[in-house]
């Protein structure tokens, strides 16, 4: 028998399931929040369109032609596949344009769109300018140009 006045020892305290699984559940948030911010900050390069065997992808953007510089071989067919990000309201007509007068080139291509541009590359190797001439500053702009470097044939 006890005595009302004895007291007995208080258990000791067990932590809860929830407690004990607190910094797992915390550091899952943080994992999650950290690669929603990549996907957000990077996404572009991981859903980048895959070119087609053969094919040369290139991208026009704001910024300009991604790859800046393209090496072809003279008297060949060449398949470009062109695409674009950029929404309508950022491009004049909407669209943006690949123009090389001395190798035949002027092509449009609507606001987020993809399409294969297929051409005949000219005989005569040297170094070529491209650009666009439908937004961005037009021919006269530092940013919106690249190069179609034309190699003699093997």
Known sequence: MTTPTARRAAPAHQPTTIQRLRPFLFAGVVVAVLGAGIYLAFGNFLTRPAAAAGTISVQSSMAGFTPSEIRVKAGTTVTLDWWTEDASMHLTGGVHTMIAPDLGL?????????????????????????????????????????????????
Do not use: Q
């Open 106 to 154: 002027h092509e449009e291509l609507r606001a987020e769109s993809r399409r294969a541009v297929s051409w005949t590359v000219p005989n005569k190797p040297g170094t070529y300018d491209v650009w666009c001439e439908s937004c961005c500053g037009g021919k006269d702009s530092p940013t919106m140009h690249g190069k179609i470097v034309v190699e003699p044939a093997a």
